[in-house]
């Protein structure tokens, strides 16, 4: 792989999780600290993700087989984008509540939710189909320039992503928006953006396309058996691990409120332990996993799912107030199931696009939209007495019944009779 794609990405993870954060507690600020305005803003940053996820993967295709200095200009504007959004969006998430204000409207009405939740999408909008756009756009320009060995480049990038939006969460939530606020930690993200989109734009002059042509290669053909003989049964799991990891994550922010102090600490201390196990998970399947053969992984894959549902019991367990033990030995709890969607998300998405970005860019827009209504499903349905525990185990039997389905890559396997390198890779 080319090094500078992946310092690119890490980059990119640490500006957007910053975003995220700044925007959450701005968003609280402007708009009230509740369970749905979380589940609000979660959704919108994810189906931003999706739709330029999708997008990206169109517009890669119609690029056809040009010069990787094309797919990578791109990526440099949509870095520009993101770094120009973050500078604007705490103004314009402002001037929101402004216009609020205004209106007269009750803070805890259906009208003031429906009104407020669209002014923030409105404003979150444009960085998060850029944030999207990335992944599609990389990987159309590394498969150009590299040629081949590019099968597994969606986890690639995915394990760089999420190494950056791990520290990205924990310096921006801890640190910077305690020594300099919130416009200017946004402003230290939106420079960093700035020097990844000069970066790339510098690489497109000298990148250059690979001396061999792109060859459909045993793994390649594997996933047209995929698409062919699994292709809804893929599809359908990566948009359970989406669901259910987004529904997690706000029951868990619930959960560990009273012992982070403030719901603002614990949304990201949450945020970094799932990124961090999640990174945790993705390299162990790049470094133990990625190049074994196809048997192997429907192996694993139906072990890791068999337990999921019962790794979902851990945090509930360590969240009961009985139990004496420190904060973050509580936070600990949800470390194992993040780690295994860590390890299956990636053998997905891997297994399904082979290093194509166009597919990479629907099954990864397919995965978000189960994040997208994973938290909109746990806040929505939370209520005093009911949030911590009820959605919880809802959001759990998705998992639970995995033993049930056959794995969505067995029959692929079988059929192109070869060993698929690549697994696929949120």
Do not use: K
Not at 130 to 138: D, V, Y
């Amino acid at each position: 792989m080319v090094p500078i794609y992946f310092g690119f990405f890490v980059v990119s993870g640490f500006c957007s999780l910053s975003y995220e954060v700044v925007w959450l507690r701005l968003a609280m600020a402007q708009f009230g600290v509740t369970t749905p305005f979380v589940a609000t803003v979660l959704s919108v940053f994810m189906a931003g993700l999706s739709l330029g996820s999708w997008a990206a993967g169109v517009v890669t295709r119609r690029l056809g087989d040009s010069a990787p200095a094309r797919p990578l200009r791109l990526y440099a504007l949509a870095e520009a984008v993101i770094g120009l959004s973050g500078l604007l969006v705490p103004y314009v998430l402002a001037w929101g509540r402004e216009v609020l204000t205004t209106t007269g409207m009750s803070w805890d009405s259906s009208h003031y939710y429906l009104v407020s939740g669209g002014w923030i999408a409105l404003a979150l909008s444009p960085a998060c189909l850029c944030m999207g756009a990335t992944f599609p756009l990389a990987m159309a320009a590394m498969r150009r320039e590299l040629g081949h060995g590019t099968e597994r480049t969606f986890s690639y990038l995915y394990l760089a992503n999420v190494l950056g939006a791990t520290s990205g969460t924990l310096v921006s939530a801890f640190v910077l928006i305690e020594l300099v606020g919130f416009q200017r930690t946004a402003a230290v993200a939106a420079s960093l953006n700035g020097l990844v989109a000069v970066g790339a734009a510098l690489r497109s002059r000298t990148a250059t396309a690979a001396a061999v042509e792109v060859l459909e290669t045993p793994t390649r053909a594997a996933a047209q058996d995929l698409a062919r003989g699994a292709r809804q049964a893929a599809l359908v799991w990566l948009f359970l691990t989406g669901l259910v990891s987004l529904a997690m994550e706000v029951v868990w922010i619930r959960q560990f409120t009273p012992y982070l102090a403030t719901n603002v600490y614990a949304f990201a201390a949450v945020l970094a332990l799932y990124l961090l196990a999640t990174a945790v998970g993705t390299w162990v399947y790049r470094a133990l996993l990625s190049r074994s053969a196809g048997a192997a992984h429907d192996h694993v894959f139906v072990a890791v799912s068999a337990i999921l549902g019962l790794l979902a019991l851990i945090p509930m367990a360590t969240a009961d107030p009985q139990l004496r033990v420190r904060a973050a030995l509580r936070v600990a709890g949800i470390a194992p199931f993040c780690g295994a969607l860590g390890i299956l998300t990636p053998m997905l998405l891997d297994r399904w696009s082979a290093g194509n970005p166009q597919r990479a860019g629907a099954a990864y827009a397919v995965n978000i939209v189960g994040a997208i209504l994973g938290p909109l499903a746990a806040g929505s349905g939370s209520c005093p007495g009911w949030a911590t525990s009820t959605p919880s185990w809802r959001s759990r039997f998705p998992s639970s019944a995995s033993v049930r389905w056959r794995s969505p890559v067995r029959r692929s396997s079988r059929a192109a009779q070869s060993p698929a390198r690549a697994c696929a890779s949120r």
